[in-house]
């Protein structure tokens, strides 16, 4: 794997930890949409130059490792990529066929980190989200 990546003038390593949730953080994303979604966010996000390093879709937030161009900011990628996501998505499962408007999938913000030097570290924690949910889950039951 390459250190850094190339633009005519610039070369650069830029990968940020970004993690979302569905609106009113509803376990929406599972079974059958969770590939559908997973093959979307990565595709929109090569339409933005950027590419997904790691990701995980858990059932109520979104965990990615993503390489974004300098040349483009994080707010605008990951903006475009939810608002694309969801137009995609209303137009699979909800049967909206023309445009929409007026609804939303992901809730509103983000958060995002930058992830240096420590991005193996980003990487486990991204692979065992789902494992360290299920075991939260387990010690709040007792």
């Known amino acids: 794997m390459n250190d850094h990546e190339n633009l005519n003038h610039t070369a650069w390593d830029c990968k940020y930890h970004v993690v979302w949730i569905p609106k ?3 376990k929406t994303i599972f079974k ?3 590939p559908y979604l997973g093959e979307v966010i990565r595709d929109l996000a090569s339409h933005r130059e950027s590419r997904i390093e790691e990701g995980h879709l858990m059932a109520d937030h979104v965990h990615i490792l993503i390489s974004i161009p300098p040349k483009y900011s994080v ?3 990951i903006g475009y990529v939810k608002g694309k996501s969801a137009i995609a998505i ?3 499962y909800m049967g909206k066929s023309r445009n929409f408007t007026g609804q939303s999938f ?3 913000g983000n958060y995002v ?3 240096g ?3 193996e570290t980003v990487r486990k924690y991204i692979q065992h989200q789902e494992k360290e949910d299920q075991r939260i ?6």
């Open 24 to 26: 009113n953080r509803k």
């Open 32 to 34: 059958e949409l969770r």
């Open 75 to 77: 707010s605008q990628v």
């Open 90 to 92: 209303a137009r699979q």
């Open 106 to 108: 992901w809730a509103r």
């Open 113 to 115: 980190s930058t992830v």
């Open 117 to 119: 030097r420590e991005e």
């Open 137 to 142: 889950e387990q010690l709040r039951l007792f």
